[in-house]
């Protein structure tokens, strides 16, 4: 069963169920596999709108409810995940949802768009200087899709991503970390285009969603990695379901509270932007070329981990 203990992988996501949404299959098959998986989430996404009529009276403008409300619903998807180790940024409620770009919660103080960006790179800091991931997982620089809490995540993994491995920052926080490969979450285009299609013609959804309402959406030469969810497609539809107040999950389809409906894919894509890419084109294990202490399966040895720097030094065979 831990065929890896020695694999750590950080998740940097915005609100609860961006990380079953845009990484459910990705997490489910790593803590299967053994690897300690971390979840890092920004705010509690307390500015979301709610699906179920039940529940409507948790949100912001009625009784403010929907932030304790989504913390549960997080733990529930990552108990189903197997993910036991999942955090909020600086504690539960340190940065509260600064609501899609435009609106007047962006400007509400305490807001994670309106955060400190070193700051809040801190905490992360301290998280990653304490796991010691080789892999990072978050979003590209316009967040996915441009919603403000995105594009901070953005900043602040990347941020942190610096920072952790500078001795001179903080050195409160725990001896230097350097993070082998980080990732950005991708979705090819040609995947969404025929997922939309099989969505208009099958989903039970009243509409259907358009390429721009769907993060990390590229051109599928970007994408360098590809990771086969198919043995976790029922767990990660399992943990999209259990953030109801957000998600409908219909088969092989889900819609946002906007009703429009999305294929529910299984497999997950990445682009590598910092770091080394392992053999093979494209990559199909996010820890591809690196040592991580795991006995067989694992072909190199290549540095310590003790320190500041682990680096890659292998050069990659083409
Ligand atoms: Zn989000």
Not at 46 to 75: F, K, M
Not at 81 to 102: C, I, N, P, Q
Not at 134 to 147: I, P
Not at 223 to 250: C, E, F, N, P
Request: glycine share 10%; aromatic share 6%.
């Amino acid at each position: 069963m831990t065929a890896n203990p020695g694999r750590r992988l950080l998740l940097v996501h915005a609100h609860p169920d961006d990380e079953s949404i845009g990484n459910g299959a990705t997490m489910a098959r790593y803590a299967a596999e053994g690897a300690r998986v971390t979840l890092v989430t920004c705010t509690l996404g307390e500015g979301g709108e709610v699906i179920p009529p039940e529940l409507a009276r948790l949100t912001a403008d009625q009784e403010d409810a929907l932030g304790p409300y989504r913390i549960g619903e997080l733990a529930h998807a990552m108990r189903v995940a197997g993910v036991a180790d999942f955090r909020f940024l600086g504690g539960e409620g340190r940065y509260r949802d600064s609501g899609m770009m435009g609106v007047p919660d962006n400007d509400v103080p305490g807001c994670f768009w309106r955060a400190d960006l070193d700051e809040a790179a801190g905490h992360l800091v301290a998280v990653v200087r304490e796991v010691r991931p080789q892999v990072l997982v978050t979003y590209d620089e316009n967040g996915g899709y441009g919603h403000p809490d995105h594009i901070q995540a953005h900043r602040v993994a990347m941020r942190a991503y610096d920072l952790a491995a500078d001795p001179e920052f903080r050195p409160d926080l725990g001896p230097a970390w350097r993070i082998a490969k980080v990732y950005w979450n991708r979705m090819p285009r040609s995947v969404l285009e025929r997922g939309l299609a099989e969505a208009a013609a099958k989903a039970p959804f009243p509409g259907v969603a358009q390429p721009s309402d769907v993060p990390g959406v590229v051109d599928d030469e970007l994408v360098t990695t590809v990771l086969d969810g198919a043995g976790y497609a029922g767990r990660k539809a399992s943990a999209m379901a259990a953030h109801a107040t957000q998600i409908t999950v219909a088969g092989e389809f889900f819609a946002l509270s906007n009703d429009l409906a999305q294929p529910l894919i299984a497999t997950e894509y990445y682009q590598l932007v910092r770091g080394e890419a392992g053999p093979g084109r494209p990559e199909t294990d996010l820890f591809a070329g690196l040592d991580t202490e795991d006995g067989p399966g694992t072909p190199r040895s290549v540095t310590a981990h003790a320190t500041t720097t682990v680096t890659v030094t292998e050069e990659t065979a083409r």
